[in-house]
């Protein structure tokens, strides 16, 4: 194949790749009285899918949601494996069973962290590139 | 009943301008979650009146809804309560039931357990075939999800031990055993079919037991389970004969019996295979069922042994913010092996089998707001022994041996 054609593609995928935000884009932030500093693609799926209500460290926590944007489509599909309609219905029969409430949801990265910030064992995920004061950054393993 | 059908229906439609999601509010410092749910169906066939409603005519008696209000008291301890109504035709009759209510105390991830009236764990959807907004289907198949069948499986008043088990890298376990009774409403299906043989139930119900599992394999969003459940009823009632729409002997029988009639177990369990898989916008179900009943009816006189098998397999996709796609083809086979009929094994029979092909719309109006579209073209009607859908009252002058059927639902979540 001619070397301009390897360049077009080479183009025209990295054009592609940046287009789509993915979990590099995405950081997991928790209140300060959770204890761990990391935490596994594991546990952060079983937090958010309401089958893990505590880390391995012991600290119980409790998930909240962002409404929408590039961050939850990232985070909800390389960690959870879903779509936010699937979500959405994932939730909503545990809850029509009985077996969990409705997580907190807010809208803006801000919000998020302000929630975080001041509930205890609270864990979300906001933009990477978005202010963390007041909450802690957890890695993810 | 038309003007309370519709009246609902209206108000229905009003709400999600008013309904913002779920409603929270606060009690002694503890926030208490209200959400409810509701749908209105219009169906309508070709040939043969279905699930007790006037189809061949167009109709709307295909209502349901409920509402539940749930808190977390402590990090580990729940506690709620479900109400749910509905109107199928002739099932449901608007009779309020306490849908679920319980105590859920997880003690680990691994480890909890749920007391009260509980949902059964049962296949795929077993636990959420009422809530409308949750399923791509105006109509779960049937085979596997008789909704005229709903109060046989539907919850249990006892307990669960459950949990959640991590395998690292065999994926994760889900795990549900359970035991308790159950009691019918005399506005099912089985009712209704036993009252055209010309026999009143008054109470049915008993014990029930079993154990669901789901694992979460290493593939990613592959979901393989299997669930078992076994019981131990009892019913009772008496006879009418001159109502019998079926020629059952229902004279012969009463004579014996003085006119009371029970029925009990000997052996009957119900076994559930299933997998699911996801890949992105698409999602694919297949599941198998198999019911087996052995039950000693007409007080002890006759064993009834039927082996009824469903399965299905279905394929959804999320075609925009908007609109879903959706089909399934759905088997339905019963052998009748004896009992008040002559024996019946060949399932290419009309009566002893339904083969369902059904496609769906589901459109999405807003969020809390979903309208379905969706068409049935059945073969076969499955009366040998169960109720299938199909009912003697109903369909006085016998039954074609194909139905289409039309489905328009809507529904709503708040």
């Not at chain 1, 949801?105 to 995920?125: Q, R």
Request: contains cysteine; aromatic residues 12%; positive net charge.
């Amino acid at each position: 194949m001619k070397y301009s054609n390897w360049l077009l593609i080479a183009t025209v995928v990295g054009i592609c790749a940046g287009m789509t935000a993915s979990a590099a884009d995405v950081k997991v932030i928790a209140n300060q009285s959770v204890g761990a500093s990391s935490v596994s693609a594991d546990e952060l799926k079983g937090v958010f899918l309401a089958t893990k209500t505590s880390l391995s460290d012991g600290s119980h926590v409790e998930p909240v949601l962002a409404k929408g944007g590039p961050a939850h489509e990232a985070f909800i599909k390389d960690y959870l494996g879903k779509t936010d309609a699937a979500l959405q219905t994932y939730y909503r029969s545990l809850v029509f069973t009985g077996k969990a409430s409705m997580p907190k949801a807010a809208g803006t990265d801000a919000e998020i962290i302000a929630y975080v910030a001041k509930t205890k064992g609270a864990i979300g995920y906001v933009s990477a590139s978005a202010s963390a004061d007041g909450v802690k950054t957890l890695e993810v393993k | 009943m038309k003007v309370k059908i519709i009246v609902l229906a209206a108000a229905l439609s009003l709400a999600p301008s008013l309904m913002h999601g779920q409603f929270d509010f606060k009690l002694a410092d503890r926030t208490i979650q209200v959400h409810s749910f509701a749908s209105q169906g219009f169906a309508s066939t070709n040939d043969n009146n279905y699930l007790t409603i006037k189809t061949t005519d167009g109709s709307f008696a295909m209502t349901d809804g409920g509402v539940n209000a749930s808190v977390a008291l402590t990090e580990k301890l729940r506690v709620g309560a479900q109400v749910y109504v509905r109107n199928f035709g002739r099932m449901g009759n608007w009779h309020p039931q306490v849908d679920w209510a319980y105590a859920d105390y997880r003690f680990k991830d691994w480890f909890g357990v749920r007391g009260g009236k509980v949902k059964t764990a049962l296949g795929l959807f077993n636990d959420t075939q009422d809530n409308d907004s949750l399923h791509t289907f105006a109509l779960l198949p049937q085979s596997d999800y008789p909704t005229d069948l709903r109060d046989a499986t539907i919850a249990h008043l006892g307990g669960d031990v459950y949990g959640n088990i991590e395998m690292k890298r065999l994926g994760s376990m889900a795990y549900t055993v359970y035991a308790g009774r159950r009691r019918d409403t005399k506005y099912g299906g089985y009712t209704l079919m036993v009252q055209d043989r010309g026999i009143n139930i008054d109470t049915y119900g008993g014990l029930q037991y079993g154990a669901d599992l789901k694992w979460s394999t290493p593939v990613k969003n592959l979901l393989i389970g299997g669930s078992h459940m076994a019981e131990d009823v009892l019913g009772s009632g008496f006879t009418v004969c001159k109502q019998a729409q079926v020629s059952v002997n229902c004279v012969v029988w009463t004579a014996k019996t003085n006119g009371n009639y029970q029925e009990r177990s000997r052996r009957d369990y119900i076994n559930f295979g299933y997998a699911e898989y996801t890949l992105g916008n698409l999602r694919l179900d297949y599941e198998m069922r198999r019911y087996w009943r052995d039950q000693m009816v007409w007080n002890d006189m006759i064993e009834v042994r039927a082996d009824t098998r469903g399965s299905y397999i279905s394929a959804a996709y999320r075609v925009s913010k908007r609109l879903e796609l959706g089909s399934y083809y759905s088997r339905f086979t019963c052998k009748y092996q004896s009992g008040v009929k002559p024996p019946s094994y060949d399932t290419s029979l009309p009566g002893n089998h339904i083969y369902d092909t059904v496609m769906t719309a589901r459109v999405d109006l807003a969020r809390f707001w979903n309208v379905k579209l969706e068409y049935h073209m059945m073969n076969g009607y499955g009366t040998n022994q169960s109720p299938a859908g199909f009912y003697a009252t109903d369909n006085p002058a016998g039954y074609q041996p194909k139905t289409g059927l039309a489905l328009i639902r809507t529904g709503w979540y708040f």
